[in-house]
């Protein structure tokens, strides 16, 4: 293949490399050209064009895509159609998705000219979410190297979905004193709707005392009528030969592993009973969070076998998430985290309720609503502020100038409120151990306030969720410890503290700072009667 700049009266039958207009005409990028679009373009007073023109061995970008998807072995995958070069291939179900690494990078060391992406070697992915792509760079390719490509898919399945099976889950819950029953509750229905993927169900659930004698019995019975037992100790496992894996050999079983690599997971038990499988599961299993249970969950259902060799492999990406409800985090907040308190001053919004004018430019005493806002955040106890614009960001700015504050920008505004949030927390320093998240159009909280929620975020150690209230009603601001700055990343939409609150599990320390928690100024008439005076 010739690519470069070619005489019009020689390009017929050549790939434009760039989107050519002959007058009104307007021919797209990789538009083969004929004997008509030569003419439009020469009496468009075009002389030449930057094309790609095709020798005799060559294959079009999607005819090379097109053969190279066709020669690929894999199961419950669909090819769709090539465009541009590339074909997709898509999961017609859902499951855990397994790759021939070794194949794929023979497949991309034949030539920079063939590329094949795929998702990693046993992610989960649900049906009709795309699992590879593959991608001709240039616009045709020489036979000889697309053949080296089918040579290659010949060896084997390169890729599959292992689609999951429904499955029947008996589950053993271990029991203390002072376990509450309600974690035992929740531990259920987290269980039940990580089993929803697959169409699986628990069907029978016993508590019993934390003792082997008392799980092995429960785990015998159950295994004889479901396809695997997971076992949940009140006690985490401290010893090879604690309750639970006591509990799987006292029954008869193997343990096969115990212990795994993967953080938060660590203390995931794998056995086998009576031929079915059994897991004990680690304390952070009782989350909806990702974990090192999952992994193995996962394609236990998809049918793939989980050995202990597999499970020593998991190290490398087995550092996830932080699960905030953990009793010991990886993490430690400093041991004055009330010192190290920041607050996100969010005035990104569009005031989309005022109709037209920006609530944060109101009047309050002669003085816009977001500076008065942002003097008394600088004086509180709070050791620094980032300020979240975006909604006309240079005249919110030009309203805080002169004030000692940190700035970033949220170009997805317009998206909710969560992605100021998001740039608020990614703008904080390392050191930061929590985050007041205070609200730009918040007339009625003084600095005083600020300052009760920052001790008593100093008071829980740096680990509890505060929360502005008014006669036992939650408002705003919300202070978040550093536990909650990873889960902020996965917010969506017109989302706020208030959902990772009501969802990871921490503590929740209400304060009551009286009807300034609850003032909303979000309408014409509820800033009028706060005091404010809106400007255009």
Known sequence: MKFGPVPIDQAEGAILAHATNAGERRFRKAHRLEAADIAALQAAGVTEVVAAVLGARDLGEDAAAGAIARAMRHRDIEAKAATTGRVNLHALAAGVFTVDAAMIDAINAVDPAITIATLAHHAPVESGQMVATVKIIPFAVDRA????????????????????????????????????????????????????????????????????????????????????????????????????????????????????????GNLLVLGRLNGKRIVGAPGCARSPKENGFDWVLDRLIAGLEVTGRDIAGMGVGGLLMEIPSRPEPRERPPAHAGERVHAVLLAAGRSSRMGGPNKLMALFDGKPLVRRTAERVLASKAVGTVVVSGHQRDRVRAALAGLDLAFTDNPDFADGLSTSLKAGIAALPASAAGALIVLGDMPGVASA??????????????????????????????????SLFAAVAHLEGDTGARHLVETEGVEVIDVEIGAGASVDVDTREALEGAGGVLQD
């Open 145 to 264: 190297l697309v053949d080296a490509v089918l040579a290659i898919c010949a060896g084997g399945e390169v890729f599959a979905v292992n689609a999951y099976r429904a499955i029947r889950l008996g589950v053993v819950q271990t029991v203390l004193p002072g376990v509450k029953p309600s974690v035992l509750d929740k531990t259920m229905r987290v269980t039940e709707a990580r089993l929803a993927r697959s169409g699986s169900r628990v069907t029978t659930e016993r508590r019993v005392p934390h003792q082997a004698e008392a799980v092995a019995e429960a785990a015998g019975a159950l295994a004889r009528d479901n396809d695997m037992v997971v076992i949940f100790g009140a006690s985490a496992m401290s010893d090879f030969a604690d309750v639970v894996p006591a509990a799987i050999e006292r029954a008869g079983g193997r343990v096969e592993r115990a212990g795994m690599p993967v953080d938060p």
């Open 449 to 482: 306030d600020f300052d009760r929620l920052i001790e008593a975020f100093a008071g829980s150690g740096g680990k509890a969720v505060v929360r502005a209230s008014h006669d036992g009603r939650r408002g705003n601001p919300v202070l978040l410890p550093r």
